[in-house]
């Protein structure tokens, strides 16, 4: 049979010669989202194939920091031993600024309740947790330490709404990138509950009926395509859409700026494509993740951002990727860090982050920048005056963040992405239900098919309140949703 598959165009179940294989439940991808699914569905008694189009799993979140957003109901164990209680109404409130104008609230409610009950979960699964809290501001453990603030919860707007807790709960390793430690603990548990796994499979398209109920799936292995029917359903674990440049263009231009994708290769969209092409709905394809992170170390955030104008647009003290987005919207995408002889340091990720302008007086750095005259002078000599205090009128940054910028010499470190990549992640993606189930533009169910991760809209869907761990909570807690569902619409 030679048919030229495309995820934008679903098979028809009358054109295809044989089913291949057959399971209850099918998953695309074998990242977070995936694994998670893989693990929920075998735990119910699924058959279950997975679908992975590397030659090994992982995907974007074995690339992480291996944290996961947990909180509520007085907290997870590790909050409690470190003297944090966490209500499940901060967390809800909290999780409602961090998903923007367009929050899911059934989403919310469900995660909110439902975070401490994953956590214990995951170390069912064999996820290990040190237990140990790690203060200060974090990109990430560098240690082999849990707890941090991952986010801007004791940052303005959001700790006078929700009261702040550290809640990024990492996976224990030392050094950077725990995520790998995270997702071999899934993906080792996945299959040793007799998930079948397929690597180097690509997923070309869904199979549907004439009433475009989703049957299975068409996966090319060994160059040639299989026909995989899914008795409760296909779970698209598939991932975002940044590494595919015609889908950032149309639907997230914005993120264009940002020369680093956040992602292992193949968050090409194509799960999103196969879902748009039986009807599915997508919603906040605009919204992006970025960052030109401006800690660790901690010195970097007693400094302050300033424009083309000489002026201040944000309270330094946020998270690293909500600051970022708000140099994205400055004229040319230009901002500098400014720092004195006492906060100097170069952020942790780019040790060769250019020093556009040093002087012996803000005046001299203000000539070197070519800002207007007096601009730049005021700006430093009014937030001086007001740190001096210990307050922040304008932008609000926490008074243990506040220090006058008075010790020369001073420095005005780039921010703009032309001197400083920008890293970015999509956020947009597939509307689903919280069970998982993919909808389309009325909200009706699409039949048979499921969304988790970044190829689904979760929690995470406004770049200007992303926080770090809210990804891989989303996609671990809502792939086992999505699997949960499926499962439980075989017939017994």
């Known amino acids: 049979m030679t048919v030229d598959f495309s995820p934008s165009r679903p098979c028809r179940v009358s054109d295809i010669p044989q089913w291949d294989m057959e399971a209850d439940i099918v998953v695309v991808g074998f990242g977070a989202a995936g694994a998670s699914a893989a693990i929920e569905a075998r735990l119910a008694g699924a058959r279950t194939l997975v679908f992975e189009v590397a ?11 291996g944290e996961i957003y947990l909180g509520g109901n007085g907290g997870t164990p590790v909050q409690r031993a470190a003297g944090f209680e966490d209500t499940t109404e901060d967390f809800r409130r909290y999780l409602m600024l961090a998903g923007g ?35 200060g501001k974090w990109l990430e453990p560098t240690t082999d330490d849990t707890l941090v603030y991952s986010g801007s919860e004791a940052a303005w707007p959001f700790a006078q709404q929700a009261r702040p807790c550290p809640r990024g709960h990492a996976a224990q390793l030392a050094g950077w990138g725990a995520g790998k430690k995270l997702m071999q603990c ?50 698209l674990c598939s991932g975002g859409f940044i590494s595919n440049e015609a889908m950032v263009r149309q639907y997230a231009p914005a993120a264009l700026a940002c020369s680093v994708h956040t992602s292992a290769g193949n ?46 647009f944000i309270n330094e003290d946020a998270y690293h990727g909500r600051v970022t987005h708000f140099i994205l919207r400055q004229s040319n995408s230009r901002a500098w860090l400014l720092l004195d002889n006492s906060t100097f340091a170069r952020p942790l990720t780019n040790q060769d982050v250019e020093v556009h302008a040093v002087g012996e007086s803000w005046e001299e750095v203000e000539g070197e920048l070519e800002l207007p005259a007096g601009s730049l002078t ?26 006058p910028l008075t010790e020369a010499p001073f420095a005005a470190l780039s921010y703009s992405p032309a001197d400083f990549p920008a890293a970015a992640f999509t956020l947009g993606g597939l509307s689903t239900a919280p069970t998982g189930q993919v909808l389309n533009g009325d909200g009706d169910i699409v039949p048979g098919l ?43």
């Open 186 to 235: 899934l993906m080792d548990r996945a299959l040793s509950l007799g998930a079948d796994v397929h690597y180097s499979a690509r997923a070309l398209t869904l199979v549907v009926d004439d009433h475009r109920q989703v049957l299975g799936l068409v996966v090319r292995i060994d160059g040639a395509p299989r026909f995989v029917r899914a008795l409760g359903g296909v779970i």
């Open 101 to 135: 104008p367009a929050a899911d609230a059934a989403r919310v409610d469900l995660y909110a309740e439902q975070a401490v009950a994953h956590y214990h979960w995951l170390v069912a699964q064999g996820v290990p947790f040190k237990g140990t809290y790690l203060p």
């Open 450 to 492: 499921y969304a988790a991760g970044r190829a689904a809209c979760g929690l995470p869907r406004w770049g200007d309140s992303y926080s770090s761990g809210l990804s891989l909570g989303d996609s671990t807690f809502f792939g086992r949703q999505a699997a949960l569902h499926a499962a439980g619409t075989i017939a017994s």
């Open 378 to 403: 005021h700006t430093v000599q009014a937030y001086n005056d007001c740190a001096a205090q210990g307050q922040d009128p304008w932008f609000h940054k926490a008074p243990e963040w506040l220090q």
């Open 267 to 312: 968050d090409d969209g194509s799960g999103i494509r196969m879902g748009l092409a039986v009807g599915a709905a997508t919603i906040q394809m605009e919204q992006f993740f970025s960052t030109m992170p401006n800690m660790p170390p901690d010195s970097l955030v007693k400094g302050i951002f300033v424009n083309e104008a000489g002026q201040r």
């Open 55 to 65: 030659a090994g799993g992982g995907g974007s979140a074995a690339l992480s920091g």
